[in-house]
């Protein structure tokens, strides 16, 4: 199993059918599935820029405000920034990207963001500003908090989820 990068930069899991080397260049067949398992699958050749393996299962402990996760959301690993801690639920407020409102995600659906590069898995080293913008103060304006039925599953949903999806992607019924 790998996992497939979309055009925004997320995430979502594949299996290689096929490696392909042309001219020096290795590109792969893969079959993937969308998070609807039905609405957007199938089988695409794809650069070898696109593909990395599954990161590797790390035990983190707690997140912190202002770092770099990624979010397993629906059937995608999506790239967030941790805005809240909810201590008592162990549930935390991520906002994705370009969005102003944050979701409310269970620890067991975040992962540290890494980068695979020269096929070595490298941790992001946590800063408190980067891609998302700078870092906040105090006097900084409360996200508003979606209440969204998807992204508020209990402890187990997205990871149940995730593992349903991968047993259909390898079964080939997406």
């Known amino acids: 199993m790998v996992e497939l990068r979309d055009d925004d930069s ?4 594949a299996m290689i059918i096929k490696e392909m080397v042309e001219e020096n260049e290795k590109s792969f067949i893969v079959r993937y599935c969308d998070g ?4 957007k699958s199938g ?7 696109k593909v990395r393996p599954r990161q590797p299962l790390v035990s983190l402990g707690e997140y912190e405000l202002l770092d770099h996760v990624e979010v397993f959301d629906g059937s995608l690993w999506r790239r967030g920034v941790v805005r809240g801690i909810l201590t008592l639920e162990g549930r935390y407020m991520v906002s994705f990207w370009g969005a102003k409102s944050a979701w409310q995600f269970s620890y067991s659906d ?11 898995w490298q941790k992001r080293p946590k800063s408190k500003s980067g891609s998302f913008g700078k870092c906040y103060s105090r006097k900084r304006k409360r996200v508003e908090v979606e209440d969204c039925p998807d992204h508020n599953q209990n402890d187990t949903g997205n ?16």
């Open 110 to 120: 975040l992962r540290p963001l890494m980068e695979w590069e020269d096929g070595i």
């Open 10 to 13: 997320d995430w979502s899991p």
């Open 159 to 174: 990871v149940l989820n995730a593992n349903v999806f991968l047993l259909s992607l390898f079964l080939g019924l997406c």
């Open 43 to 49: 089988i695409a050749t794809v650069d070898s820029r």
């Open 36 to 39: 609807k398992f039905l609405v």
